[in-house]
Nanobody, 122 residues
Framework: QVQLVESGGGLVQAGGSLRLSCAAS????????MGWFRQAPGKEREFVAA????????YYADSVKGRFTISRGNARNTVYLQMNSLKPEDTAVYYC???????????????WGQGTQVTVSS
């Protein structure tokens, strides 16, 4: 029902910024909560940020609060993750996610993108 395609990953220096984008497709994509998870090599996937379908509610992992900002495009078919003050520990594959429920978006979303690599050099 929902397909997610991430873009915008790359290599940046510590302290730099990067903006990830996720394009959603599907007839009902605008009604989905969306968010971002990340996974570093050898580690479990962890929640990063989420946003309600309207964009009115956001939630962030403590590790990225004050540095990352999640937002949605006006058409609701795109979600962004603006990442500022990047640290080497932010290095991971970042996955766009979507779900019909807020709670499960945070804990176990139904839809996942393929991921985009973010590498932060020291």
């Amino acid at each position: 029902q929902v397909q997610l395609v991430e873009s915008g990953g790359g290599l940046v220096q510590a302290g730099g910024s990067l903006r990830l984008s996720c394009a959603a497709s599907g007839r009902t994509f605008s009604s989905y909560c969306m968010g971002w998870f990340r996974q570093a090599p050898g580690k479990e996937r962890e929640f990063v940020a989420a946003i309600s379908w309207s964009g009115g509610r956001t939630y962030y992992a403590d590790s990225v609060k004050g540095r990352f900002t999640i937002s949605r495009g006006n058409a609701r078919n795109t979600v962004y993750l603006q990442m500022n003050s990047l640290k080497p520990e932010d290095t991971a594959v970042y996955y766009c996610v979507a779900d019909t429920n807020w709670g499960t978006t945070l804990s176990g979303p139904d839809y996942w993108g393929q991921g985009t690599q973010v590498t932060v050099s020291s």
